[in-house]
């Protein structure tokens, strides 16, 4: 075949910058310790490194709007004249002050919502929905930004978010509309924005439509052919762009469209190529996500030629060569990584390196590769067959262990009904006992202390000496409060994941390995790359130690499998429940010991449980089936009198409560103060067996909560459920506020379990009705 150049581009990159300058400068200009001007310089001095990075890397088209001052969905609802109107009213001009309030919230109005960017970490603001309302082209922050790439001699092409996603992932305000009558009206705006992109010099525009990855309602299925068909007389070529999973359904309506060309996320759905081959116009162009954008694994090159060999043989120069979404949810650049172990950083790459995996591809499919493609092609086969055997991914003993895990490993003893009887006789608690979820106010001199001993600037017994006043402080506050269950108030931990991470064999952290979350927020997940492994116990001490001070039961606390998977970068050489079970032996074994040293209660968080759902519902029963399993296979260890609890951050249970009643947790503490209602949905539908502790108040807010408030939630939830399976708790972990308000919250709160003790007394009889007309139901098998 003669030499035909592939296209090759990137459908967005990490606008926050390898050392997370537009945080610092976001965080500094919140303050009030910078102006505005300085802001902006840092903004557009990112932006310039990031196309030029691109540019000579090779790509043929860089992307624009992928930059965002806090969200690239923000920053759309800006453009369209589409913020809330408690922060701005249509019509009005827009700043970077009016993005800044919508996203942060201001003493007059709260925030935009946030949630979750489909399976991601990353998180946007909800665009906000009326009907009748109208839009137009306010905040032309992607037009100039495209014209300063143009200016800068990039070939720019714009991503916008497309019409029928941003309608999908915003909310109706007040009276629940249909939100596809909006599209006329949404399209003028669109237009406008699409004919200014092309005035500013972009010949492509991507739009994304990445709802095309879910099972869509027939009607906004429907939708997409109306949309496109109005907005194809753009003067721009439309590539757009899907992602995060396959078409399947939604194939024959992408490729049918009215537009110029189509991107396939090939690392979630290979079997794609082919299909959109044999079904896409001849003119259009097919883009193949070939380098993964959610992971850092390096690409087998070779692997990956062979998958793009039949369609490049079918459609030559039509196709075109990407990552399988925005870079944004990988980091920056590996070659920042000094500390990494060489072979370990050998297997990886990062957003600037996967702009050059996806050069190299292009050169070398299109038959013009350089003597630098060659050689990248050597290396990565080397690597591949290197990461292969090599023994850093391997460790014989605990591939067989999982491989001989039973079902037996992964049940109780006991059913719960016997379980309870025997911990309660251990545990001696009163009716609606009280507990916090695991953390207590994490203060600067914590923070710093556990900073110098990372550096190396404190030893270990002044180390351990601190961490022990500190648990010897959180247990005489406790007990001045009078909880009835404890906890060590996890000072030693800066995060639930890492803290584990860092003494499991099988996991890696970067040092600048930062990815965005939200606004000027940024996480550095974890790499798992080989077999996970304890060498010792993790948290024992501590446990034990605090246990020590108090004769009321102190909670063991560890992170659940789930959530050590979920918030990491995982190994890609074999299924992601291997994985998972792997790290829940590790755990196993860390809950055997806690229960040796005398715990009497283990709680193990999964606050990742609901988040790792699929984006598709065919695909939840086997996520939750090994989920499930992961969870019971670390915590099913135990005596029948020793007590597992289990922790989650949300409350909707509504689609999930089965699989949360599998865990088969003797008690689950989970989030209600902020959705009452959820949670008392979920409840009337599903006789939920076991123990629960719906959170009595808001811990993301500074405000004391009132004793009615907490009475009201618990009050509720016994109305649903029988008042000896309650428990009273803090919807999540306290570490992020002070000890005043935490204490005067905690107070409340057993004032609160007082007042619910006195309306349901007695309950010696469990099964006995008592108290204020409520009934407290039998519970029977
Ligand atoms: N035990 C953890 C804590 O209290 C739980 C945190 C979480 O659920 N995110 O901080
Ligand atoms: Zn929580």
Known sequence: ?????????????????????????????????????????????????????????????????????????????????????????????????????????????????????????????????????????????????????VALGHAAKPVILGPLSYLWLGKAEADDFDRLELIPALLVAYQDLLQALADAGAQWVQIDEPILALDLPSDWQRAFERVYHTLKDTPLKILLATYFGPLQDNMHTAVNLPVAGLHIDAVRGPEQILSAVDNLAVHKVLS??????????????????????????????????????????????????????PTLKSWLAFATQKTGEVVTLGRLLGGVATDADREAFAESRRVAEDRRHHPLTCHQRVRERAGSVTAQDCRRQSPFTQRIGQQQSRLDLPLFPTTTIGSFPQTAEIRRIRRERKQGNIGDTAYTNYMKDCIRDAIQRQETLDLDVLVHGEAERNDMVEYFGEQLEGYAFTAHGWVQSYGSRCVK???????????????????????????????GMLTGPVTML????????????????????????????????????????????????PLRRADWRSYLDWAVKAFRLASSGVRDATQIHTHMCYSEFNDII?????????VVTIETSRSRGELLSAFEAFDYPNQIGPGVYDIHSPAVPSVDGMVAVLERAARKLPADNLWVNPDCGLKTRGWPETEAALQRMVEAATILRERFSPVHLRGHAAGSGHEVEARTG
């Open 1 to 149: 075949m003669s030499p035909t150049p592939i296209t090759t581009h990137n459908l967005g990159f990490p606008r926050i910058g390898a050392r997370r300058e537009l945080k610092q400068a976001l965080e500094a200009y919140w303050r009030g310790d910078t102006d505005r001007q300085a802001l902006e310089s840092t903004g557009r001095e990112l932006r310039r490194r990031h196309w030029q990075q691109q540019g000579d890397a090779g790509l043929d088209l860089v992307p624009t709007g992928d930059f965002a001052w806090y969200d690239q969905v923000l920053t759309l609802s800006a453009t369209l004249d589409n913020l809330p109107a408690r922060h701005h009213r249509a019509g009005d001009p827009v700043d970077l002050d009016t993005l800044f309030r919508v996203a942060r919230g201001s003493d007059q109005a709260p925030a935009a919502a946030m949630k979750k960017w489909f399976d991601t970490n990353y998180h946007y603001l909800v665009p906000e929905f009326r009907r009748r309302q109208t839009f137009a082209l306010a905040w032309r922050q992607i037009i100039d930004e495209t014209a300063e790439a």
């Open 288 to 341: 193949v996500g070939i380098v993964d954008g959610r992971n850092i694994w390096r690409n087998n090159l070779q692997y990956s030629l062979e998958q793009l060999e039949v369609a490049h043989r079918r459609i030559g120069d039509r196709l075109w060569l990407a990552p399988s979404c925005s870079l944004l949810h990988v980091p920056v650049d590996l070659s920042n990584e000094q500390t990494l172990d």
């Open 525 to 555: 997940p974890p790499v798992i790359y080989g077999d996970v492994r304890r060498p010792g116990p993790m948290t024992v001490e501590w446990i034990r130690y605090a246990q020590t001070l108090t004769p009321k039961p102190v909670k």
């Open 566 to 613: 979920q918030w990491a970068f995982v190994r890609d050489d074999q299924p992601r429940h291997e994985t998972a079970m792997q790290i829940a032996l590790a755990l196993r074994d860390e809950v055997g010991d806690l229960e040796a040293a005398g715990t009497r209660i283990i709680q193990i968080d999964e606050p990742a449980l609901r988040e790792g759902l």
């Open 658 to 666: 089965e699989a949360v009643a599998a865990l088969d947790a003797d």
